[in-house]
Each structure stands twice: as C-alpha cells, then as structure tokens.
C-alpha cells in the first residue's frame, strides 16, 4: 500500500483544519485546498501525510487514510533535522516529498531508496555569493536521477532554478488553482474622495519591501488622506517604531492576520494594492499578486525578478525600482492623481492574471508523481522546463 508523506517547513495543517471546520476560513490561500487534496490522495493510494517542521509536535491521524504532524523543529535560523527524521522513519512513507530546499531531508530520502521528490515555492535570484552559500549544493541533489519529482511555484521561479544548475529537463512549473478571477469584480475609476488606502499583505520584514512603503508614505506627507494598511504577521513592533521615526504613526494601520476570505473584498476597497518585495527575498509566485489583479484594484509592485514578463508598467501595474521609497512615492503620486491611468491598470490588470496562469496544478502533479504510469510520466516529463521558449 502507498503511504506518501509530504515535509514542509513552516505552517501548521493541524491548525489550519481546525480553523476551516470552525468557521470554514483560512489564513493562507491553499490550506482548504491542500487539505482536499491529501483526503484525494488517499483515498486513491492509500495513505497520505503533511509533516510540518516547525508545528509543535503532534501525530493526529485522521478519517479516510490521512495523517497531520508536527515535528517542533525550528531553530534560530534552519531547522533540527533530527526529530523530522525521526518522523519520517516512523511513518515509514513509500513515497516522500521534500516541500522545500531542505538539503538534509533530501540527502536523508536519498538513503531511503523509494520514490523521491522536491516541491519549491523559491526564487534563486539573490547575490551570487550567497545563493552559492545558501543553495549551492542544491542542484547536485535535485539532478540525482533518484529525485524523479523536481517542481517549483511559477515560471520565473523555475527558470531560476534552472539557472541556479537544475536540470530543465526535470523542473515542472506548478500552481494551485486560482478561483478567484478578474472577471468576478467590476474595473474601476479613479478613487473615490477622502481617505485613500493603500494595502500590503503579506508578511513583514525589511526584504518583503514593508520599511520601504513606510518611507514612501513619509515622503507623500502632503497627502495626508493617503493610509497605509498592513495585514500579515513578523516584525511588527519594529516597523511600528519605524512608523514613529518616519512621524507617519497616523497614517500606518497593523491589521495583523486577516483571514483570505476577507482580502479580496479589502483590495477592492483599497486605492492600491502594493506588492515592494525586495530582489533578496525568495519570492517564488507571491499568492497576494494574483489576488491584487484579481480584484481590479491597480497594483504597485517591484521589479522583482520573479514578476517579470507578468507585469507591464503603465497598462497592468506601475513598477518601480525595488529599495527605492521615493521611487514608490512617485509611483503611487501618479497613480492617485492621473483618473486615465488609475482606470486602464484596473482594465489591464485581466490580462497581467491570465499571463501568470499555470496549466499544472499542484494536487494532479503530486497524484500523477504517485500513480507513476507511462501517461503519467509523458503528462510529467511534458510540462518540464524543456519545452520552455527561453530555454530552447
């Protein structure tokens, strides 16, 4: 009988189920999603797992074939390899996917001899001193013929890995479904009067680009009806303070965790969506971009490698240099002050979120890795980075 276990290093499914069956939503866009698909699998193939890292410990087995753990592995910057091992032999998987660029789980399924696979959600774009530091014994594990399952979230990022010394040959661009689309929100105007928000969600830290907002807004202080609305966990006292220094306190709200339902019905409502990642953070396809565009509201983002080809500056976002608050100023400026251009970034943001679309779905990809057929192989081995036009 198959047992597939699946590690991932952050998150908690456990948590995240209880919150579904609660009140039925979720933090993070794909966990209701991921969950169905674990219950798919197993009733498939026997059984199905989701190890979360650094989830405190736990072992919960479920109806249907499907397990939720935790291994309470998290250290100050990696994580404890040892207890994730140890779980891993106790579950003892058939099959085993490595959620992540984890190189010890790696090395430790190579040892296991059985069926073996890495899922990314990273970009390798950084410095290259410190992709090599970081990444640079990656590619020599993901190009073992032994890793018969090599993907990673969006295009870009998976060009990057290429890049970084993968395999195109093995690298599959992989989505989860997006429901919510363009076509479900009416385009917009110029905003409204009044108060103007702009919204940030995502995480907060200084490489997701969250100072630089802030600093963009001290530098618009002539516009004292533009606010800044954050939504996501991670520094927040720090940037708090930073809001203090930059004398924009007023004008800076921390909304902590929204739940996803919610931030659709936010970006509409919002002046703007800003998306200021820095080119350091591992940005793979930020789930937070297919929202923006989906809900009509015009998008200011960074030229972030991993948004490139997807975005086009005057006509489905405004782009600006990434780490440049008065560059960010001057982008959100014109934006909120040019009704002609507010109106066609909301029109062409349907064309930006059809660009960005995958035809691989993360829980056929994973089923068909599994099921390990002939056709299976041929839809797998179709949908690599080989038949991509940059690449030939």
């Known amino acids: 009988m198959t047992r597939l276990l699946i590690v991932q290093y952050a998150g908690d499914y456990r948590e995240a189920r209880q919150r579904i069956m609660q009140d039925g939503s979720e933090i993070y866009y794909g966990h209701s999603y991921v969950l169905d698909q674990l219950n798919h699998l197993a009733a498939r193939h026997g059984e199905a797992a989701f190890l979360c890292c650094l989830a405190p410990h736990y072992v919960e087995k479920l109806e249907g074939g ?21 779980m891993i032999e106790e579950y003892d998987p058939t099959h085993l996917i490595v959620h992540g660029p984890l190189n010890a789980l790696l090395r430790h399924g ?9 899922i990314l959600a990273d970009s390798f774009n950084m410095h290259p001193l410190d992709r090599w530091l970081r990444f640079g014994r990656l590619p020599g594990l993901l190009n073992d013929p032994r890793v018969s399952l090599v993907a990673n979230h969006g295009v ?9 010394g993968v395999e195109a040959e093995k690298v599959i661009p992989w989505d989860y479904p997006q429901m919510r689309r363009p076509e479900n929100w009416p385009v917009k105007a110029a905003p409204t009067q009044g108060q103007l928000d702009l919204l940030y969600v995502g995480s907060i830290g200084r490489k997701k680009g969250v100072g630089d907002v802030i600093d963009a807004l001290a530098l618009l202080k002539h516009r004292p ?8 966990a991670g520094q927040r006292e720090k940037f708090e303070a930073r809001a203090r220094k930059m004398g924009v306190a007023d004008r800076v709200e921390f909304l902590g965790l929204v739940p996803n339902g ?10 703007a969506v800003i998306v200021p990642s820095r080119h ?17 509201t015009p998008v200011i983002a960074s030229d972030h490698p991993m948004f490139s080809g997807h975005l086009e500056h005057g006509q489905s976002a405004l782009v600006f240099p990434a780490g440049q608050p008065r560059a960010l100023a001057d982008r959100i400026e014109t934006l909120l002050s040019d009704p002609a251009l507010y109106a066609r970034i909301s029109e062409g943001s349907a064309q930006a979120w ?3 679309q995958i035809p691989v779905r993360w829980g056929e990809m994973v089923d068909r890795w599994v099921s390990d057929t002939a056709e ?16 030939a």
């Not at 499907?66 to 140890?86: E, F, H, N, S, Y």
């Not at 190579?110 to 890495?118: Q, S, V």
């Open 262 to 271: 919610r931030i659709m019905e936010m970006m509409h409502a919002s002046a």
């Open 225 to 232: 009806e533009i606010v800044l609305k954050i939504a996501g």
């Open 110 to 118: 190579l040892k296991r001899n059985r069926p073996l696979g890495c």
């Open 376 to 391: 299976d192989r041929a839809w797998l081995s179709g949908h690599t980075l080989a038949h991509d036009p940059l690449h």
């Open 66 to 86: 499907v397990t939720l753990m935790g291994a309470a592995a998290g250290r100050r910057k990696d994580i404890d390899p040892a207890p994730v091992i140890r």
């Open 280 to 296: 350091a953070f591992p940005e793979g396809l930020p789930l937070t971009l297919y929202e923006a565009l989906a809900s009509r």
């Open 354 to 356: 059809q660009r960005m």
């Open 156 to 164: 870009n990022s998976s060009r990057s890995l290429v890049k970084l």
